[in-house]
């Protein structure tokens, strides 16, 4: 079956623009996380989705990065007037949200955000 | 403040090598411990998932051990090929919630 997807792979933009970045999920899976990459570091947690609602966004830098899920299903992070800081690989997991220990997550391939 | 610790953060070995990697972590307080596998461009894979309460999990040629009241956990790999070239990551799971918290990574060189 398919896995989690994101788009664009790569987003080149300018220094205050707002980008919205886009992840489909597996098809069935409840919980979705967002996570933020810099060169030569580990993903570093944003945000974890729990069907519509933010279950937990204490990863959030600040206010100009937010989180959507409307329907349960896709979700579009969006970060407002970008910084140079904001350059990274942000990746999307999802998982299938039952509560069970095992619950693992599957990562799509990332969004490469690059703010000139 | 959770800190998960990977050394070294490269190796590189010839092809049919028994490795070790190793992951520390701060706070032995836990939900569980995963690897995962990145590979360039194509995001990351889960390979392993030790629960708090198990000592090791084994998947194929790949050996994952974990020791919580020292922080400590190794990813072993066994006969090591060049396909399994690629950084490997250790993530810790803090009690009672699916944040994960992630150390830089190893990247693995395996030579023909």
């Known amino acids: 079956g398919a896995g989690v997807s994101q788009t664009p792979s790569n987003k080149v933009t300018e220094k205050g623009k707002y980008v919205e970045l886009r992840c489909d999920p597996i098809s069935g899976h409840t919980a979705l996380y967002w996570y933020r990459q810099s060169l030569g570091q580990g993903p570093e947690f944003l945000i974890y989705f729990q069907g519509t609602g933010a279950a937990d966004d204490s990863g959030l830098p600040n206010d100009r990065f937010f989180a959507v899920r409307p329907e349960g299903s896709v979700s579009t992070l969006k970060i407002q007037r970008t910084e140079r800081g904001d350059s990274a690989v942000y990746l999307c997991?999802?998982?299938?949200?039952?509560?069970?220990?095992?619950?693992?997550?599957?990562f799509g391939p990332g969004t490469r955000l690059t703010v000139l | 403040k959770q800190e998960v610790t990977q050394i070294p953060a490269a190796l590189s070995v010839p092809e049919g090598e028994n490795l070790v990697l190793n992951c520390s972590f701060t706070?032995?307080?836990?939900?569980?411990l995963q690897w995962f596998r990145q590979d360039p461009g194509k995001g990351l894979t889960s390979l392993l998932l030790i629960q708090s309460s198990q000592r090791e999990q084994t998947s194929g040629r790949l050996n994952a051990s974990l020791d919580k009241s020292s922080g400590r956990s190794t990813l072993y790999i066994a006969a090591s090929q060049p396909g399994d070239s690629a950084t490997y990551l250790c993530?810790?799971?803090?009690?009672?919630?699916?944040?994960?918290?992630w150390g830089a990574g190893t990247k693995l060189i395996i030579k023909p």
């Open positions: 993530a810790v799971s803090p009690d009672s919630n699916y944040q994960l918290i």
């Open positions: 997991a999802s998982s299938l949200g039952d509560g069970r220990t095992t619950d693992t997550q599957y």
């Open positions: 706070d032995s307080a836990i939900y569980n």
